[in-house]
């Protein structure tokens, strides 16, 4: 739609200029410093940093219902820069100008229900939000736009030259960080570093493709971790680990994404979250916070965390009901389906301690909600979701499990509505469907088959002396008729079908 076709009380607000200020908090001493360098952790204590808007307060000028107007209108904007997250400009990167917007076409995502069997199954009703249909079929590319986005207008304004990009990965943050830095022309080249043969071959394709370097070191992820914030200290590289507070703004989008399909009415809302590294469900909670801020929602949603029992430090963290007793032990995590969550020390827990405290204090004690899923539960939830239309993956099975078992255990109600992240495409995770469908499953990861889950596909050749197709050969006519006939008639036996006319 073209600007002067939009009504004349928002034209002014659909094409946002760079506006307000932005500092680094760190969130365990609050000291502040400017943006105008990379930093991942505070210089004084080494905590982690979020970004702040010095200037947040002048977005109340605009009340929130003229907010929602403005947000919806912008979704039919043309303009490139606008089509993704940063239709949400003035939350998530008010300073860029939109020129160096970098868009791959992320967010946008859809929100799918789930049919009345699956409905029925999990025991209320619910919606995967396929963030698997983002250009590197992960969530990650929400935050690694705004951390490249942001690269790109220091790169410009700086004139900084041969940046390289780095990141540790459980697969999908190095094929979102090098599909980004393989965008830009100037001066950005990416390595990823990723535990030897803990990521999947679908994910490790992916920074291959886009001539990345690519480090395998032995070891899981929290290793990786290590080693790259060691490079980070002492070398000329920019981080895009989740400790990058840039991926956290971005991936704020999700929350907004979410507000605005439900036309901004989330209070009855669970929103459903795998944790991992436990950047995401960072985001999610910060950006419920700010739109109630601005009045743009008037209640929070419920979150739910879900972790798997192999890798569940958050769930222990919060398993102590007393929060003066808490603390938070790292965990060593054992082998798990969700791989891409299977982290035992996760970077922003900080983060998460502040913000569940904060979003509590608004929303009551029970609005924040962690489980823990056996990953049996996890392979299970993702197939009966796949066979009902869905295309999660299996952090996506482990969000549905944690539904299931949330529900069961009375820490949600069934009358509300859940919104689950299937937080990457099936189709990268296909190697544990593959073991559970062999039963192949390594007997640490404790998942057994169950026969009316499994699949496989059937090879069907026509009976003993009848002539078979040979690629590059052409085949007489009778012969290949006899092919037809004799293969269709075996597979409709097979099938069950009877025939109608002969
Ligand atoms: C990164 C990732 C997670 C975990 O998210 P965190 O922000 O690390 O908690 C879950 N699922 C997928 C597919 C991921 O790539
Ligand atoms: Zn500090």
Known sequence: MRLEQFPQNVREHILPQPAGTYRYRCYTCQAEYGIETLLYTCPECRGVLMIRDVEWERLKQVPGPKWREIFDYRSMVTEPALRGIYRFHELLGSILPLDAVVYLGEGHTPLVRANARLRDWAGMPFAFKNDGQNPSASFKDRGMASAFSYLNHLIRSRRLEKVLAVCA????????????????VDGVTSAVLLPHGKVTPQQLSQPLGSGARVIEIPGVFDDCMKIVEHLADRYPVAL????????????????????????????????????????????????????????????????LGVQSEHANPVYLYYLESDPARRTFRPVTVRPS????????????MPRVIRLVERYRAVAGERSV?????????????????????????????????????ALHEGLISGDREAVLDATAHALKFAVFQEKYFEDRFEPDFEVTPRAELRNAPMLVRPPEGVAEPVPGRSMDPDAFRRFVESTAAEIAERLNLKEVRG
Not at 169 to 184: E, H, K, N, V
Not at 337 to 348: H, L
Not at 372 to 386: C, F, G, Y
Request: overall charge negative.
């Open 337 to 348: 389906v969700a791989q891409a969550a299977m982290i035992g020390n996760p970077v922003s």
């Open 240 to 303: 895009m680990n989740s400790k990058n507070a840039w991926r956290i703004l971005g991936q704020e989008s999700y929350s907004y994404e979410i507000a605005q399909a439900c036309d901004y009415d989330v209070g009855h809302l669970v929103v459903v979250v795998p944790i991992g590294n436990a950047g995401n469900i960072t985001a999610v909670l910060e950006g419920f916070l700010k739109l109630l801020d601005l009045e743009i929602i008037t209640a929070l949603p419920t979150i």
């Open 169 to 184: 990965s459980t697969g999908d943050t190095s094929a979102a960080a090098a599909l980004y830095a393989s965008y830009l």
């Open 369 to 405: 909600q962690v489980t823990e899923v056996t990953e049996q539960e996890i392979m299970d939830a993702m197939l009966i979701a796949n066979r009902n239309g869905h295309i999660a993956c299996t952090q996506g099975g482990e969000c549905l499990a944690g539904l299931k078992r």
